[in-house]
């Protein structure tokens, strides 16, 4: 069997190589310049020699040409083509002559029915290139028509069309005569929303609809309802579409043959007769004439819901912390209301946390909702020891320019070591953050920022251990310039304002270095120090660094960088702690692995590596 099929594969391989090869013919155009010329070659484009006779060939190319030029407002060229080969040409030469351009005599582009006062029809024609007195061209009218039965359609009006449409070209005359008039019909208006296979309450999934009944029909529309849906992660499915069905047709009778028992068989009287009927489509062109309501059109939403219960494990690695487990158990509705609760497990050498959030959506389930959060936290690194656990409750809200607002009141409780000192601190402060991120293609983004700022304060006149006050912010933009150049530049800051600096826990206080600060530098490293070299912890906190990326090949990467950055105690560094380095990026399915060999200028070491997997944001 093997042997037989190698002999056929064999045999068809022969036969290939010695069949002839069909080449299209090559064109070299004179007399004209682009765009003339080169929309004569790709008309004539795929056009094998081989298939016709030097006549039919002849005939082809000069046809196939007129028409190329046709388009760009010449009837009436002269051309002369001359071939390489009489027999078999492979290569044609055209002298053209393009003659005199046929002109707009007569423009009519017109807009009736409820359309005619709806401002993207109007900007539409007024934004046609054309005029009359100028060159015909066959696209920008073609566009225009296009354009108008997109729109009457993206905008409602299902009953459009066009009463004319006509291109008289007269190329006796050199004019060309063009009219188009769309009657748009009425628009039509949303109607109600009805929603089959929901396990949420319908009034939480009508907030959702950034429409209301009786508002004007728009696809876009229908669309973000369709997102905002799928945004909710309440379902496996989400299908919104409008019914646009014609209920009047099922009021026509169909056209059947009379059976036996409708039959009449008595002598002197003639067979029953049931007379004309009225056709589906004269029906309801009928009931049009005498409607005067305004056309509603009702939405239709079927939903699946999605898994109750949904697990993830994840297993990274960094140099900051090693290799890294993070396991998550999300239930993204746990009631007819639409409530979630997440949690999250993240297990790595120096630190270990188990938390959870339990979302309570309000009026504009993603827009508007209750969060409460809590937390345990194990931490064991450089001069740290802490213990920490806290519970939260804030209200998050989100604006139209993608803007979080968060507003909370935070609970702590931590045990921890620093620098040799113990102590043991409860703390209730409230705080409000705002937050944005904005990227295009989140795994590796070409395009995006994202903007985070807090702002905290504690006091002892509700019982809190320690007086602070707590500003943070960092911000971070990725840029490309062309497809191959890729820039990322960030800039950290904080300060915590206080008198009671020893009652402030390790995790309010600022430590910086490692993949995601200070490349060069060992993870959370850079910090005040006391007299034995322990590291104490900053009250402030600044950070800045850039990088540029070239694109090697598909999807590798190189890159270099320089970070500056340190946490002090000090109202401004006396100076900065700088490493600079090259890298290489790898785009994988998870997003950018990357690998950085960084020089610090203020340390002994010669180079640190690091080491990441994930997308930067």
Known sequence: MHNRVSTRLWTAAVCLSLAPQVLAIEATIEGVDDPLAENVRLYLDGLQAKQYSPARLESEVLQRSSEALRVY??????????????????????????GEPVLIEVLELSVSGDAADDAPFNEAIDDFPLSEGDRLRHAPFDSLRSQLANLALERGYFNWRFTDRRMEVRPYANSARLYLALDSGQRHRFGDVTFQGHHIETARLENLAPFDSGEPYLASEVARFNQRLGQ??????VSVRPRLGRELALLALPDTDATWWQSLDVEGVDPTDDGPR????????????????????PIDVVVSPANRHQF?????????VGPRLRFTWDQPWVNRFGHGLDHDLYVSAPEQRFSGVYTLPLADPLRDSYRFQYGLRNKDNEDTRTLEGTVEAGRRWTFDNDWEQTLYVRGTYEDFTQAGVSNQVLLLYPGISWSRTRTRNPTFPTWGDRQRLSVEYSSDWWGSDAEFLRLTGDSEWIRTLGNDNRFIGRVGLGSIVTDDFADIPPSLRFFTGGDRSVRGYAYETLAPEDDEGRLVGGEQLLTVSLEGQRRITGKWWGAAFIDSGDAFSDWGPSDLNTGAGLGIRWISPVGPIRLDVAHPFDVDDAFRIHFAIGPEF
């Open 312 to 320: 993830e494990v994840g297993i990274g690695y960094s140099t900051d």
């Open 73 to 98: 407002g010449y009837y009436s060229p002269r051309i002369e083509p001359r071939f390489d080969d009489p027999e078999a040409p492979t290569r044609v030469t055209l002298e053209i002559r393009p």
């Open 278 to 297: 009225i056709a589906a489509e004269a029906l309801v062109s009928a009931a049009s004439l005498q409607r005067t309501e305004i056309p509603e059109v």
């Open 232 to 237: 909710t992660e309440w379902f496996a499915s």
